[in-house]
Antibody
Framework: QVQVVQSGAEVKKPGASVKVSCKAS????????IHWVRQAPGQGLEWMGW????????NYAQRFQGRVTMTRDTSINTAYMELTRLRSDDTAVYYC???????????WGQGTLVTVSS | NFMLTQAHSVSESPGKTVTISCTRS????????VQWYQQRPGSFPTTVIY?????PSGVPDRFSGSIDSSSNSASLTISGLKTEDEADYYC?????????FGGGTRLTVL
């Protein structure tokens, strides 16, 4: 079945970087964009950007420009999201999701909790 | 860019019908598809409506979606409410440069 599976929880100190992975299976990885969405504790969903696994092209939400980098490794059907210069308000669950059709996110990964604390 | 605005919370009794609204500011609601996601506590979001009014397989027909250009809004209607429908519901749409989620509506079924 089509699924995306994410890497495990991370604890980082302020100023550090984190890299979360998202491994796809059950479909042609290069054929569908991957989006990244985050959710701070008790808050709503926030779109961070997408990567085109075929070309490697990316589109980032303005508020993350300069701090986020999305990459992929097509040999292992895996997308990555790296966030740098972490702050305490970056503490959140980070999700990847496949773009099923234009703008429809399905399926979602199980989420990766990133905790930023000194 | 644009915004999607949802009521913070709504409550209704089992068996009743509830409608959750999502108003777009900055651009037409009809210009890009709207999706609705359900998120239960401690879980990832799942789709209940895509492309304004389409239900994925496995989603009961108690869930329906629509858009209204006159109010520039989208609506999710859940009929025959069940306690299992209690969750957060998010609308989502996009434009040429970004994707946006509404702030979410917490549905309480009591």
């Amino acid at each position: 079945q089509v699924q995306v599976v994410q890497s495990g929880a991370e604890v980082k100190k302020p100023g550090a970087s984190v890299k979360v992975s998202c491994k796809a299976s059950g479909y042609t990885f290069s054929g569908y964009y991957i989006h990244w969405v985050r959710q701070a504790p008790g808050q709503g969903l926030e779109w961070m950007g997408w990567i085109n696994p075929n070309s490697g092209g990316t589109n980032y939400a303005q508020r993350f420009q300069g701090r986020v980098t999305m990459t992929r490794d097509t040999s292992i059907n895996t997308a990555y999201m790296e966030l740098t210069r972490l702050r305490s308000d970056d503490t959140a669950v980070y999700y990847c999701a496949r773009d099923r059709t234009i703008g429809w996110f399905a399926p979602w990964g199980q989420g990766t909790l990133v905790t930023v604390s000194s | 860019n644009f915004m999607l605005t949802q009521a913070h919370s709504v409550s209704e009794s089992p068996g009743k019908t509830v409608t959750i609204s999502c108003t777009r500011s900055g651009g037409s609601i009809a210009s890009n598809y709207v999706q609705w996601y359900q998120q239960r506590p401690g879980s990832f979001p799942t789709t209940v409506i895509y492309e304004n009014n389409q239900r994925p397989s496995g989603v009961p027909d108690r869930f329906s979606g629509s858009i209204d250009s006159s109010s520039n809004s989208a609506s999710l209607t859940i009929s025959g409410l069940k306690t299992e429908d209690e969750a957060d519901y998010y609308c989502q749409s996009f434009d040429s440069s970004s994707h946006v989620f509404g702030g979410g509506t917490r549905l309480t079924v009591l």
